[in-house]
C-alpha cells in the first residue's frame, strides 16, 4: 500500500498489506471539530471495500443516503455494512484535521507525516 502525493509522485509511506487487513482513517472534521472514522478492509485485487463510516454529528459532508444499516454506538452515528469498493482512497491533507491511518490498529501515518494542504492518495500496488 502506498500513501503518496498526487500531483508529484512523492512517496509518504510504503507499506506490506494483506487481503483482510483493516485500514482506519481518522480526522477531526473541519466545521464541526468532532471525530470521524472510515473503515476500509484490503482486497485481493488491490482494492479497498469501505464497510464503516462513523462520526459525532450529523452535518456538512455527511452522506445522506448510503446502503447498509444506520445506528447509534458510543456518542456515535455508525453506517455499516457498506460494501463499497474503491480502487483507491483520496483526501486534501490537513495537519489540523489530525488525520490518522491505522492498520489493523496500529498507528501508520500521523498527521504531521505529510505536509499540509496536498492532495494524497491511498493506493494499493502489486508488490
Given at each position: 500500500m502506498v500513501l503518496r502525493d498526487q500531483e508529484d509522485g512523492t512517496e509518504y509511506i510504503r507499506e506490506k498489506v494483506d487481503p483482510g487487513d483493516e485500514i482506519i482513517v481518522h480526522w477531526r472534521h473541519s466545521v464541526e471539530r468532532t471525530i470521524w472514522e472510515e473503515k476500509l478492509k484490503v482486497e485481493k485485487d488491490q482494492t479497498f471495500t469501505l464497510t464503516e463510516?462513523?462520526?459525532?454529528?450529523?452535518?456538512?459532508?455527511?452522506?445522506?443516503?448510503?446502503?447498509?444499516?444506520?445506528?447509534?454506538?458510543?456518542?456515535?452515528?455508525?453506517?455499516?455494512?457498506?460494501?463499497?469498493?474503491?480502487?483507491?482512497?483520496?483526501?486534501?491533507?490537513?495537519?489540523?484535521?489530525?488525520?490518522?491511518?491505522?492498520?489493523?490498529?496500529?498507528?501508520?501515518?500521523?498527521?504531521d507525516d505529510i505536509p499540509h494542504h496536498h492532495k494524497v492518495e491511498m493506493i494499493i500496488e502489486k508488490g
Open positions: 463510516t462513523r462520526f459525532q454529528s450529523f452535518g456538512a459532508g455527511v452522506p445522506n443516503e448510503k446502503e447498509g444499516n444506520v445506528s447509534i454506538k458510543d456518542g456515535y452515528v455508525v453506517m455499516d455494512n457498506l460494501n463499497e469498493t474503491k480502487p483507491a482512497y483520496y483526501w486534501f491533507h490537513s495537519q489540523l484535521a489530525e488525520l490518522t491511518v491505522y492498520k489493523n490498529g496500529k498507528e501508520l501515518l500521523l498527521p
